[in-house]
C-alpha cells in the first residue's frame, strides 16, 4: 500500500511537535514493511529515500504566509496521484491532501494536531491569511475520509469546531514517544555550560513562544516559588514580535526579583534536552491549548514528574497524583482558552510547582511512574498499528462504496 503524507515539518525542519509525530509515524510505518510511506515536505529536498522537498513559489514570494503555503500544497498534489491513500498533518498541509484526493480520487486522512478555531491569535501572526488558513483547514476536515484526532479530548475540539462531521470519522490515535531516543541521562558538563546549576532545584520549560503555550503565566507563577528554586526556559520560535515582547518584559522583571532564572532561546540537539530534563526537578507545561503535548511524553521519558494544565488531551497523558500534577483551569469557550481568572490560575500553577520542588523523593517517585506510563502506552509501533487500521478501515469503506 502507498501512502504519501504531506506535511510542513519533517527533518531536519522540525519545530513542534506536530514535526516530531510525523517523523516517528513515518518510520513506525516504514519499518511494517507493507506500506510504502512517501514524504511530501515543505522546504528544500533532503537525502532521504522516498521523501521529496517542496520550496515555496518563487512566484508567491511577496504573497501572504497563508497565500504561499496554499502554493506548496498544490505542488505537492499533483505529485500524490497514484497513492493509495493521502495522509495530511496540520492545516499548511491540509489543502494538499485534499486537492490530491480530488485529483487522484483516492482517500485522504487528516491528523489533527491543532485546529484553527481554536487559536484565534493567530490573526496577529497571519493577518487576513489567518481566514485563509481557517478556509483551507475547514475544506479539508469537512471532505476527508477520516480525522485522526492525538487525543480523546482533541476529538471533542474537532466536532465542536466542524459539527457537520460523521462523528464516526474521527478516531483517536495518541501521541507518541521514541522511550530509546528519550531517556534519563546526565551530562552535567552541558548542564553548566548552558548556566544552570545541576545540583540545585529547578523548573524546566521546553517550547516555542506562543500564546498557545502559556509562558506569561509560568513566568508570572515563577516569582512565587521558593528563592532556591531555578527556572529553565528552552524556549524560543516566538509567534510574534508581540508575544516575544510581553515574554522578555516578564524575564526581566523576574530577572530583577530573583537568582537562577535561565533563558535559552535557540533550539537545542535532543541531547542537550535530555541533559537539561534530566538534571531538574519538575517539568512545567502551563499550555492553555494543547492537543495532546508531547514535550510532556519527553519529560515523562526521562523520569521527570510533570506540571501541566489540565486541559485538551493532557489529562490523557499526565495522571494526576501519579505522574505529576494537573493544574485545575476554567477557560473562555471562544476559542482563545484564556483563563477567566488568570491569577487564580497563576496561583494554582505555583503552587502545583512549589508542591513538587519542595518534596524531591515524591517527585522522583513521580518521574519513574511517568517513565514507566511513557513506555507502556505511547510506543511507537502501537501507534503506527493504530494508524494503519484507520487506513484499512477507510480503504474497505472505499470499496464499499464504489461497489
Known sequence: ??????????????????????????????????????????????????????????????????????????????????????????????????????????????????????????????????????????????????????????????LRSYPSIDPDRVKVVHNGIDSQLWQRHRDDDTVRRHGVDPEAKSVIFVGRITRQKGLPYLLKAAAKLPPDVQLVLCAGAPDTPEIMAEVTSLMDELKATREGVVWIPEMLPRGEVIALLSAATVFACPSIYEPLGIVNLEAMACELPVVATATGGIPEVVVDGETGWLVPIDQKQDGSGIPLDPDRFVADLAAALTEAVSDPARADAMGLAGRKRAVDAFSWATIGERTNQVYLEVLRQRALTSA
Not at 504531506?6 to 513515518?26: D, F, Q, R, S, W
Not at 510505518?29 to 507493507?34: F, K
Not at 487528516?110 to 483547514?137: D, I, N, T
Open 1 to 158: 500500500m502507498r501512502v504519501d503524507i504531506l506535511t510542513k515539518e519533517y527533518p531536519p525542519n522540525i519545530y513542534g511537535g506536530a514535526g516530531v509525530h510525523v517523523a516517528e509515524l513515518v518510520r513506525a510505518l516504514r519499518d511494517r514493511g507493507d506500506i510504502d510511506a512517501r514524504v511530501r515536505a515543505f522546504g528544500e529536498p533532503v537525502s532521504e529515500e522516498g521523501t521529496t522537498g517542496y520550496a515555496e513559489l518563487p512566484e508567491l514570494a511577496a504573497a501572504n504566509a497563508a497565500v504561499r503555503t496554499m502554493g506548496v500544497d498544490l505542488a505537492m498534489a499533483g505529485d500524490c496521484v497514484g497513492a493509495d491513500l493521502v495522509h495530511s498533518h496540520t492545516w499548511y498541509a491540509n489543502f494538499g491532501g485534499h486537492v490530491a484526493s480530488l485529483l487522484g480520487g483516492m482517500p485522504h486522512v487528516v491528523s489533527a494536531h491543532s485546529l484553527e478555531p481554536m487559536r484565534p491569535w493567530k490573526a496577529e501572526q497571519l493577518g487576513g491569511g489567518y481566514r485563509v488558513s481557517s478556509f483551507m483547514e475547514r475544506t479539508a476536515y469537512e471532505a476527508a475520509d477520516a480525522v485522526i484526532a492525538v487525543s480523546e479530548g482533541m476529538r471533542q475540539d474537532v
